[in-house]
């Protein structure tokens, strides 16, 4: 049953936070160990919906799952991998975008895949004719099915020369899954490289794969035939740590994010520090802070790696409807990421969104009618409206804008936060928030 969020907003988050492994790397961690001839054992594993959709579409392909009820530890046994009815596949793969990186582990370990219709943060378009591509210079055979997709190696899979038009995360995942015991030598050039890419390299590393990174985008991996365990410990969401740290200069908080890596979100942090945002960072967290007087506007371009993260984007805008003076934000990741804004702007923000690039380079979306740039004047008070969520990002940018508001505001589709941030409302009461949960009639 859907849950309702009735929020009143005008007060300071304040108080301490926990992040634990990333949303972008736990699942494809898990998804790795079906690589494996041993049991892995994965470490610092969030309650989120993904890893639920994950845990399933792994066991119903005969991974045995277990947690360890005191850590949430994850060990996962791959020994009795098996084929799964696509219906099966089908109901349990949820709003994820993970299934498609079953493909390689699953040619390697059955021989075939059926990947269902992917779901996903309705941000664009978001096609997979990369991964596609990708699996087909493997030598892997794909095949339309009812709802979804059929894949099949009959002669293996074969390391390859690869070049990506852009450089996806996902792709990128899809070719170091597929190649590491792919037969032969695979190079791949575009590649990303956000830190979630280089943690899954750890992973595939400990497992016993042989891969290389270059600073030129460039990775290299020597097929193995076989792989072992892995024993590894997620690295922390930068993510979720972003939208507290963007919380905490909305409402005029003070928020620890204990877990939080400089290491990981320096491009993060120099922001924040330009928009006028206080930070202390420690070795077991950073502290997000207000410190009082005016918030500066900025001129932001999202970016894959080492750019600014386009999934920081959304909270980000949120703390400019608060800043004094206009800034401009050109999204060049994804060409409908703005679609949050009508919320704001209901709530008395003034976001202008834009077809051009309102940025230095012109981006993959410029001529092509997408709003993706946004101009925002600040500072605007917000005040509390009803809210539908649109997306995990978008959803909890709409969170704390309702923290921020004046009034009360009446916060439906709450659920798909959970995608992403653990025990969200636990951790809002824990920082002082004043809400009800109710179900919704
Ligand atoms: C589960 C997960 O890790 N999600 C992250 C991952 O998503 P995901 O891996 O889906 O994102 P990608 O990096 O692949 O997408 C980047 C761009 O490439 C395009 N594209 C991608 C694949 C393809 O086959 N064809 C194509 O055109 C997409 O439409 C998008 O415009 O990286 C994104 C970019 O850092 C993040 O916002 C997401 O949080
Ligand atoms: C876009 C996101 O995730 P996904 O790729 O899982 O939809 C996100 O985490 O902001």
Redesign the pocket.
Known sequence: MSSVLTIRGGVPLTGRVTVRGA??LVPKAMVASLLGNEPSVLRNVPEIKDVEVVTSLLQLHGVTVEKDPVTGDLTLDPKSAKTASSTAIDAHAGDS??PILLCGPLIHAIGEAFIPDLG?CKI????????LNVLRQFGAVVEKRPGGIHISAPKGLHGAKISLP?P????TEQVLLSATRAEGITELSGA?T?P?VVDLIAVLQKMGAIISVQTDRTIRIEGVKDLGGYDHRALPDR?ESASWASAALVTRGDIFVEGASQRDMMTFLNTYRKVGGGMDIREDGIRFYHPGGKLSPLVLETD?HPGF???WQQPLVVALTQAEGVSIVHET???NRFGFTDALARMGATIQLHRECLGSVPCRFGQRNFLHSAVISGPTPLRGTDIDIPDLRGGFSHLIAALAATGTSRVTGIDIINRGYERFTEKLAALGADFDINDAK
Do not use: L, Q, W
């Open positions: 949303k972008n975008r993970i996903g664009g378009d978001r096609p997979i004719d990369y991964h852009y996806s995360v996902g792709a990303a956000e979630e993510n894959v993260m386009t999934d990741v994804y060409e």
